[in-house]
């Protein structure tokens, strides 16, 4: 990893969608280079995919909310499992699991409170490995 492949990966993360020739255009790096660079790294796993960062207001998600939640340790589920069976779930964004009071965060979005409501009281209380949850209403998502 030196500082030409750092240069691709920064300017991917905000352009991903460009093709290798803009790419070469405007980091003056050869095209053939850009190429077996960008081979190379997602050969290596510094590149997973390539997505898409959607507007989800525009999709009719207007709420976004993260939601805390304390795993239940005398479940059957370790809280890896936990985690990607929500991230199976619809609404679901991400699951992570976190140190400090709290053992997992949740991003959510949801076309409005009843929506979010549902997701909460209704599925999660009520999956195996979750012992209560805290819900965070986001104001402005900024990245």
């Not at 803009?22 to 081979?39: C, D, H, Q």
């Not at 059957?76 to 985690?83: D, K, P």
């Not at 991230?87 to 076309?111: E, P």
Request: charged content about 30%.
């Amino acid at each position: 990893m030196d500082n030409k492949d750092l240069q691709i990966l920064t300017y991917l993360q905000e352009n991903g969608r460009d093709k290798i020739s803009e790419i070469s255009s405007k980091l003056g790096i050869p095209r053939a280079t850009v190429f077996e660079r960008m081979e190379r790294l997602k050969k290596e796993g510094y590149i997973q995919k390539y997505t898409v960062d959607l507007d989800y207001e525009k999709l009719g998600y207007s709420i976004m909310a993260y939601i805390l939640i304390a795993y239940d340790y005398k479940s059957m589920v370790s809280q890896r499992e936990l985690c990607q069976n929500l991230c199976k779930m619809d609404n679901i964004l991400s699951a992570s699991i976190i140190a400090g009071d709290w053992d997992v965060i949740v991003l959510s979005v949801t076309k409005n409170m009843k929506e979010l409501s549902d997701l909460v009281l209704g599925k999660l209380k009520g999956m195996e490995g979750i012992a209560k949850t805290l819900s965070v209403p986001v104001f402005d998502h900024m990245k």
